[in-house]
């Protein structure tokens, strides 16, 4: 569908004025530029997010969901690069609408012509819908709903309503990627007249001995009965039917036991499936599928793995109760194993973290203090998390050694005098936290 000449030429003028001031920002350092340009562009013309994704030749991918959008669009577009495709991304994770236009106007000439077979996109779960009927998206991955910043987004029944709404609205040939271990998001497909393809495991041995605090979905999303589960592998996803109505979990287009999986954690099992799923219905080569899982490099500060005065250090970016509990889940395996005695947890209340940090009461800290080691404390809200951990202590005399210290440069040399040589120093952030911690170990900022 061709473009009218005024808004030819509108997005022209929009696509200069937002190369213009990445051009300044950048040549100043004063940051990536992930945002303002994008804010630019959408006043001088309002379409313009609408127009660059017309272009894209086939198709548009969004990516949704509480927990793992950047690592799940870091190894789609790995997969796709690696079997021959150009792809535009939102790579910096400006997920808001301003940032997806300003990483497609990366993307385009002067003249607002974008050269890309696909755009994936990774949207902000509370932005989704105000972003997707102009965006008229090919694909749809939905990965997971978990409360997450409840000062800005409020539950996920209230999301999820809201995702059913306009995704419906869509073209019925759009294909909807969705997690069939997520009760929420299970019956949101069941709902949807588009073509629904459902990822999870398949795995119970890999189930939880309970199911954890930070729990958010264990009621029938059709008539509100508890449900019946099996067992659980991460906070409420998991195998479970109503035993009151027909509901049950949604049949599963891909066996989670044929593909290995990228990084630590049951979190990134999950991250694997929606984007093999997604390759495998876009067409990318079993062999290609394998080796990129094999050779695939973490997203920053996605279980980032870097080296910093000669030790080993593994960011884990952990900023809601399910994923914080994930990490504790994985850190844990790792000591049991001895490679790791040594944790170093910061927790910011900015705007990028929610300013709300009571969500750290919901989260199982018994489990990580329970094997003892040294944890030191750190961030804008240091000593509320050093309470949390205090209280997670059922022995006062145990082996756990709690360091609490202000400055975050302080607490990254303390926790490394305490890692060993042969040992990992996992350090476990909120969002602006992981920032504040690469721009130490690497030296430059991210944005």
Request: proline share 4%.
């Amino acid at each position: 569908m061709g473009i009218k000449l005024i808004d030819r030429v509108q997005l022209s003028l929009a696509v200069f004025a937002a190369k213009t001031i990445t051009s300044a920002i950048r040549l100043l350092r004063l940051g990536a530029a992930s945002v303002l340009p994008g804010t630019i562009a959408v006043r001088i013309q309002p379409q313009v997010l609408s127009l660059l994704c017309r272009q894209v030749k086939y198709g548009v991918i969004i990516i949704a969901g509480t927990n793992g959008k950047t690592t799940t669009s870091l190894l789609l577009r790995t997969l796709l690069e690696r079997a021959g495709w150009r792809v535009t991304h939102n790579s910096t994770g400006a997920n808001l609408q301003n940032g997806l236009i300003t990483a497609l106007l990366d993307d385009t000439n002067l003249t607002g012509n974008i050269k890309a077979d696909y755009a994936i996109l990774e949207v902000d779960e509370n932005a989704l819908p105000k972003v997707v009927l102009q965006i008229q998206p090919k694909y749809i991955l939905c990965l997971n709903l978990f409360r997450d910043q409840l000062d800005r987004y409020g539950e996920v029944d209230l999301i999820s309503r809201r995702w059913q709404k306009v995704i419906a609205q869509l073209p019925p040939e759009t294909t909807v990627i969705l997690n069939g271990d997520d009760p929420t998001l299970s019956y949101l497909g069941q709902q949807l007249p588009q073509n629904i393809l459902s990822f999870g495991l398949s795995e119970p041995e890999e189930y939880l001995e309970e199911i954890p605090h930070a729990v958010d979905s264990i009621y029938c999303p059709s008539c509100g009965q508890g449900l019946d589960y099996q067992g659980v592998y991460l906070s409420h996803l998991g195998d479970f039917k109503c035993p009151s109505c027909s509901f049950k979990k949604s049949n599963l287009a891909i066996d989670s036991r044929e593909w290995p999986q990228i990084l630590i954690g049951i979190y990134n099992k999950y991250n694997t499936l929606a984007a093999v799923l997604a390759a495998q219905r876009i067409g990318v080569a079993k062999e290609v599928i394998l080796d990129t899982i094999k050779n695939f490099q973490a997203a920053f500060g996605r279980a980032e793995e870097l080296e910093y005065h000669g030790k080993k250090v593994r960011i884990l970016l952990s900023k809601n109760p399910v994923g914080l509990n994930e990490t504790i889940r994985a850190v844990n395996q790792i000591k049991a194993a001895g490679k790791a005695s040594t944790t170093l947890m910061v927790l910011n209340d900015r705007t990028p973290d929610g300013t709300d940090v009571s969500w750290i009461w919901d989260v199982d800290t018994e489990k990580l203090v329970e094997l003892g080691g040294t944890i030191v404390v750190s961030g804008d809200r240091v000593y509320d998390m050093a309470l949390r951990l205090r209280y997670s202590q059922k022995n006062l005399d145990s082996n756990l050694k709690l360091i609490v210290k202000e400055d975050l440069n302080e607490a990254i040399a303390t926790a490394l005098e305490h890692t060993s040589a042969d040992e990992t120093l996992h350090i476990v952030p909120t969002y602006s936290a992981m920032l504040e911690v690469r721009e130490i170990l690497t030296g430059r900022k991210i944005l």
